[in-house]
C-alpha cells in the first residue's frame, strides 16, 4: 500500500534528499474525505509492542504498551507519524519554509524543527512563554536545545494567543492571524511557508494514526487487547485512532487521557474531524472516543514533586522513560481509571500507546529530585 513514488527535490541546500511515495489508503478508510495522495518516510516502523510491568495495575487487569517513543531518535514520539503526511503535502506544494506552534518545550515543534532541516526547509516555531519574554533568557535545554541545533526560528508568543474556544480545526482564537500576519512577512521576503496547526492536529496530520491503526491490526492488537489507552493534548492522535477503530468494526476501545482543556474541547475536536472527512452525519466524536478527564494535575506541563517521584518509581522499575507532560499524566489516568472505575473499559488486556516527549525530561525540573531520591543517586567514588 505504501508505493515509492519518485526522488523530488524540494528546497535548496537539503541535506537529506527525500523521497515522495505514493499513498493508498487502507480499504478500510477509503471512503473518507480528504484522502493524502503521498507521504514521506520518515518515522521507524512498526513500533514494538510488549508487556509491561506498571507498578500499581490493580489485580485482573493486564496492560502492556507500543513503543512509539521508537519512532526515531531527535524525531521520536507521535508527531513523527503526523509530519510524514504533512510535510509530503508542503512539498507537493513547493513550499520552502514551516510555520507551528505549541508550549516552549514542545514536542512537535522539535520534530518539525528537526524533519524540515533534513529536507531542507526553514522552521518558524511559534513558542508560547510565560514570565521574561526577553529572548536571551530563552534556556538551551530540552526541546529548545534541539530547536536551536536545528537552526529554528523561534517566535515568543505570550500565553493568551493560546486560550479561548477552537475557530477553526487545529487552531485557537487569536493564535492563527498571528500565524498568518507571519507567513505574508514571509511571503513578502519571496518564501512560501506551509502552516501547521498546533500539534499537527488537522486532517492531514490525523492520517498519521489512521496508517498506524494498520499497523496495529497488522500486529494482532484487535485480537489480543480489549482497550487503548493513550495521552492527548491536541486531538490528532484521538481522531485517527478512534475514526480508524470505528471504520473496522469497533473491536477495541479507545480512550484519550486529557492533559490540557477538558472532555468537551476534545470531543469538538474529533467531531469537526468527522465531518471534515464525510462521517459527521454518520457518528459522533462520543459514540467512538472515550476522553478521561481529570489528570491535569496543575496544568498543561506542570508537576508536582509527587509527579516526578512516581515516574522515577516506573522508570526505575520498569526501564520504560516516560515524559512529565504526557505520558506520565496519561499513566496516571490509566492507573487511577482501573482502581477507581473498571467499568469503563471494555475488558482488562489493556494497550497503552506511548507517544514519546522524553527530551521534555531534560528542561532540568527534575534534577533536584533525583539527587535527592536514593534510587537515583548511587554515585559513589572508587576507591581500592
Known amino acids: 500500500a505504501l508505493m515509492q513514488l519518485a526522488i523530488t527535490p524540494c528546497a535548496k541546500n537539503m541535506s537529506v534528499m527525500p523521497l515522495l511515495h505514493k499513498y493508498v489508503a487502507p480499504d478500510w478508510a477509503a471512503c473518507l474525505n480528504q484522502l493524502p495522495s503521498t507521504y514521506l518516510k520518515l518515522a521507524l516502523r512498526p513500533t514494538p509492542i510488549h508487556q509491561w510491568g506498571l507498578p500499581g495495575v490493580p489485580t485482573g487487569f493486564s496492560v502492556s504498551i507500543k513503543r512509539d517513543d521508537m519512532t526515531g531518535s531527535t524525531l521520536s514520539?507521535?508527531?513523527v507519524r503526523k509530519l510524514e503526511f504533512l510535510l509530503a503535502e508542503a512539498l507537493q506544494t513547493d513550499c520552502n519554509s514551516l510555520i507551528t506552534c505549541g508550549g516552549l518545550q514542545s514536542n512537535f515543534c522539535r520534530a518539525t524543527a528537526v524533519a524540515g532541516r533534513q529536507l531542507g526547509l526553514d522552521s518558524h516555531l511559534f513558542l508560547r512563554c510565560t514570565g521574561d519574554k526577553d529572548p536571551p533568557t530563552?534556556?538551551?535545554?530540552?526541546?529548545?536545545?534541539?530547536?536551536?541545533?536545528?537552526?529554528?526560528?523561534?517566535?515568543?508568543?505570550?500565553?493568551?494567543?493560546?486560550?479561548?474556544?477552537?475557530?477553526?480545526?487545529?487552531?485557537?482564537?487569536?493564535?492563527?492571524?498571528?500565524?498568518?500576519?507571519?507567513?505574508?512577512?514571509?511571503?513578502?521576503?519571496?518564501?512560501?511557508?506551509?502552516?501547521?496547526?498546533?500539534?499537527?492536529?488537522?486532517?492531514?496530520?490525523?492520517?498519521?494514526y489512521i496508517e498506524a491503526f494498520r499497523e496495529l491490526l497488522d500486529q494482532k492488537?484487535?485480537?489480543?487487547?480489549?482497550?487503548i489507552v493513550f495521552a492527548t493534548g491536541s486531538g490528532g492522535t484521538a481522531s485517527g485512532l478512534s475514526i480508524a477503530n470505528y471504520l473496522t468494526g469497533s473491536k477495541l476501545k479507545i480512550h484519550a487521557v486529557a492533559v490540557c482543556d477538558n472532555a468537551h474541547y476534545?470531543?469538538?475536536?474529533?467531531?469537526?474531524?468527522?465531518?471534515?472527512?464525510?462521517?459527521?452525519?454518520?457518528?459522533?466524536?462520543?459514540?467512538?472516543?472515550?476522553?478521561?478527564?481529570?489528570?491535569?494535575?496543575?496544568?498543561?506541563?506542570?508537576?508536582?514533586?509527587?509527579?516526578?517521584?512516581?515516574?522515577?518509581?516506573?522508570?526505575?522499575?520498569?526501564?520504560?522513560?516516560?515524559?512529565?507532560?504526557?505520558?506520565?499524566?496519561?499513566?496516571?489516568?490509566?492507573?487511577?481509571?482501573?482502581?477507581?472505575?473498571?467499568?469503563?473499559?471494555?475488558?482488562?488486556?489493556?494497550?497503552?500507546?506511548?507517544?514519546?516527549?522524553?527530551?521534555?525530561?531534560?528542561?532540568?525540573?527534575?534534577?533536584?529530585?533525583?539527587?535527592?531520591?536514593?534510587?537515583?543517586?548511587?554515585?559513589?567514588?572508587f576507591t581500592e
Open 138 to 208: 530563552v534556556q538551551c535545554n530540552g526541546n529548545l536545545l534541539l530547536d536551536r541545533m536545528a537552526g529554528a526560528n523561534v517566535v515568543l508568543v505570550a500565553p493568551t494567543s493560546y486560550e479561548g474556544k477552537v475557530t477553526e480545526l487545529g487552531y485557537v482564537a487569536g493564535l492563527k492571524d498571528k500565524m498568518n500576519h507571519y507567513a505574508e512577512k514571509l511571503r513578502s521576503a519571496g518564501q512560501k511557508p506551509y502552516i501547521i496547526p498546533v500539534g499537527g492536529s488537522n486532517t492531514t496530520g490525523m492520517w498519521g
Open 221 to 227: 492488537v484487535a485480537d489480543n487487547f480489549d482497550d
Open 266 to 381: 476534545f470531543y469538538d475536536h474529533v467531531d469537526q474531524t468527522l465531518t471534515a472527512v464525510g462521517l459527521g452525519d454518520k457518528v459522533k466524536a462520543t459514540d467512538i472516543l472515550d476522553v478521561v478527564d481529570g489528570y491535569k494535575g496543575k496544568g498543561y506541563s506542570l508537576t508536582t514533586d509527587s509527579d516526578l517521584e512516581q515516574l522515577i518509581t516506573i522508570a526505575s522499575s520498569t526501564g520504560i522513560i516516560l515524559d512529565p507532560t504526557y505520558i506520565l499524566k496519561g499513566v496516571q489516568g490509566l492507573l487511577g481509571e482501573m482502581e477507581n472505575n473498571p467499568a469503563r473499559f471494555k475488558g482488562r488486556r489493556i494497550l497503552h500507546i506511548h507517544t514519546g516527549g522524553i527530551y521534555g525530561l531534560y528542561d532540568g525540573r527534575i534534577n533536584e529530585i533525583l539527587k535527592q531520591n536514593p534510587v537515583t543517586n548511587k554515585i559513589t567514588v
Open 77 to 79: 514520539g507521535n508527531k
